[in-house]
């Protein structure tokens, strides 16, 4: 009876990360089309417009070639009017079965199950928010998922020399590689362990590297280096700074501090030195072959990072994008090290393994906590952002820079989204003017003064800014449903006003006014001369009504050279 209750409590810890994962995409998953999005969504109306194309489906994406990825984003998203969110749940299923294959090779009848504990964790480290909460990288999710595929069924090949089993890692082989470039380096682990084995079948050894050789010569071929990929020969003489970042981004899985990383970093490096020392001498080399892969996958991966991104800065090798990958390197180390500790009294074995265990049950808790807030931050980004691109219309160029860099490219791909009712676009509980509503009659304090205004007239663009400035149902003490700047002849002006104000909420005693900050651009260009009247319409809380704010202003447009902002006197 104990040992049965004993066993439901692991079992509860064990899943229990798997609800932290759903839960984070639960309460800080946003649907809204970021970066690299958008371009599925050109795809998207390719496939309306002209069905099916392989040649674009398998063009490159920077130096990828995100073939399975993009047919699960474009289908999906047809199906679901590109509702981001069910990317990022599909995401975490496909961590659950990245789980389920740690099971299956952790399993045997007389393990206790709390040795399984740590792999949980790893598995759903917070660390890898941004994977976690951007719909897109579901690619990154697919090449994790189907590189452990490959590298689970070629290690049971080695050890149970079925052909079978060597098919379906070549299966897993292809889908990974051309999941993202990162899925090219299970050819190569799984090459070396094969190897590494000496057993098996020759002519099997040898269907494995036709099929990679088959597989880098196809992703290869027609294939152009991006300039952002491109290793200048000078930067390879800063051996210093590639090496540094190596470490870092070995340890990144486990800690988000540069000098932590980088400490963890080397300690792995030994552990992996030591534990394959006496995995090589005590010829346990097949029996903890699929560990060795998954080390050597992200070994290589993390190589590959290093020459390529070193030019970002050290803080590049903690990219959280990153871990997901990098994460394998501590995990396969843990698996091994317990294989050999559960086989093996010696101390060299013990130590590595309380070691990697110790360092698992001391940093993955603040590698949550990092990820917790980095992820609320990432959320007030895209609340914001969502503003901006529902009114993209009045917003100047660089203000949908933050959600493409070169936002003049994607002008098209958002009005194709708009006409589709894609994403954001499909949502209805958007105000897009307060005048519909019945006007209360009252004016009200608000935090919009004269020095929260800020007006850009460039050659390209006119436009006014509002920063640092808050409004909110005053008669009500209660949040504002909207928030508007009115520019008397030319419109209301949806604004964002969910910003952190906790010097308001202080002020006014009330923590329901914590979110009541207002910021928003519009753009002013190809207005006509003269002098135009602007204020806030601050629609109530319960939607029924909108106040006008004390403080009005007015935007003196005489000539191109002479144009002010001053306050409007009644």
């Known amino acids: 009876m104990f040992k049965k209750i004993n066993n439901l409590i692991i079992t509860g810890v064990i899943i229990f990360p798997i609800f932290l994962g759903f839960l984070l995409v639960y309460k800080y998953g946003i649907n809204f089309i970021f970066m690299d999005e958008w371009e599925i969504v050109k795809l998207m109306k390719n496939v309306n417009e002209n069905g099916f194309s392989f040649h674009q489906f398998i063009s490159q994406h920077n130096e990828h070639r995100i073939f399975f990825p993009r047919l699960i984003l474009v289908y999906v998203s047809l199906l679901t009017k590109y509702d981001s969110k069910v990317l990022?749940?599909?995401?975490?299923?496909?961590?659950?079965?990245v789980l389920f294959i740690f099971w299956r090779q952790f399993y045997k009848k007389d393990r206790n199950l709390i040795f399984f504990i740590p792999f949980s964790?790893?598995?759903?480290?917070?660390?890898?928010?941004?994977n976690f909460l951007w719909g897109f990288q579901v690619g990154f999710a697919m090449t994790l998922l189907f590189s452990l595929i490959s590298l689970f069924f070629v290690s049971r090949y080695i050890n149970n020399a079925e052909t079978k089993y060597l098919v379906l890692g070549i299966a897993g082989g292809i889908v990974a590689s051309f999941s993202s470039a990162h899925g090219l380096f299970v050819w190569i682990s799984g090459t070396i362990i094969l190897f590494l084995s000496r057993k098996n079948n020759v002519i099997m050894?040898?269907?494995?590297?036709?099929?990679?050789?088959?597989?880098?010569?196809?992703?290869?071929?027609d294939y152009g280096t991006p300039e952002a990929s491109k290793v200048p020969f000078d930067r390879l003489k800063n051996l210093v700074a590639i090496v540094k970042f190596f470490i870092t981004a070995t340890g990144s899985s486990l800690s988000y501090i540069s000098n932590y990383a980088f400490e963890i970093g080397i300690?792995?490096?030994?552990?992996?030195?030591?534990?394959?020392?006496?995995?090589?001498?005590?010829?346990?080399?097949?029996?903890?072959?699929?560990?060795?892969?998954?080390?050597?996958f992200g070994f290589i991966a993390v190589a590959s990072m290093s020459f390529g991104r070193t030019v970002h800065g050290l803080e590049g090798a903690l990219n959280s994008r990153y871990t997901t990958i990098s994460m394998l390197i501590p995990i396969g180390?843990?698996?091994?090290?317990?294989?050999l500790f559960l086989k093996y009294n010696e101390n060299k074995v013990r130590f590595s393994y309380y070691v990697m265990l110790g360092i698992i049950i001391f940093f993955i808790p603040s590698s949550y906590e990092n990820g917790l807030l980095k992820a609320q931050d990432l959320k007030d980004e895209h609340l914001r952002?969502?503003?901006?691109?529902?009114?993209?219309?009045?917003?100047?160029?660089?203000?949908?820079?933050?959600?493409?860099?070169?936002?003049?490219?994607?002008?098209?791909?958002?009005?194709?989204?708009?006409?589709?009712k894609y994403n954001i676009f499909a949502r209805t509980d958007f105000l897009t003017s307060a005048s519909a509503l019945k006007?209360?009659?009252?004016s009200i304090e608000t935090g919009l003064k004269l020095e929260n205004l800020k007006l850009t007239n460039s050659n390209d663009e006119m436009y006014i800014s509002i920063y640092n400035a808050w409004a909110f149902d005053l008669p009500n003490y209660a949040k504002a449903k909207a928030v508007f700047l009115c520019i008397d002849g030319l419109g209301d002006f949806l604004l964002f006003s969910d910003g952190k104000r906790r010097?308001?909420?202080?002020?006014?005693?009330?923590?329901?006014?914590?979110?009541?900050?207002?910021?928003?651009?519009?753009?002013?260009?190809g207005i006509n001369f003269g002098d135009y009247e602007m204020y806030l319409k601050v629609v109530s809380f319960d939607e029924t009504e909108y106040y006008t704010s004390n403080e009005h202003f007015v935007l003196r447009y005489n000539s191109k050279d002479d144009i002010k902002l001053e306050i409007y006197e009644y």
């Open 503 to 525: 010097d308001i909420s202080e002020y006014f005693n009330n923590k329901n006014l914590y979110l009541t900050g207002i910021e928003g651009s519009v753009n002013l260009s």
């Open 88 to 97: 990022m749940y599909i995401t975490q299923f496909m961590m659950v079965c």
């Open 439 to 442: 006007y209360s009659g009252e």
């Open 121 to 130: 964790y790893l598995v759903f480290n917070y660390g890898q928010y941004e």
């Open 205 to 221: 050894k040898i269907t494995w590297l036709f099929f990679a050789l088959l597989t880098f010569v196809f992703y290869f071929r």
């Open 267 to 296: 300690v792995l490096i030994i552990i992996t030195v030591i534990s394959g020392y006496f995995v090589y001498k005590k010829k346990e080399i097949a029996y903890n072959s699929f560990w060795i892969g998954i080390i050597l």
């Open 385 to 420: 952002e969502i503003v901006v691109l529902k009114t993209y219309k009045t917003q100047p160029i660089d203000s949908l820079r933050p959600m493409y860099p070169m936002p003049e490219r994607i002008r098209e791909t958002i009005e194709y989204a708009e006409k589709m």
């Open 333 to 339: 180390l843990y698996g091994m090290g317990l294989n």
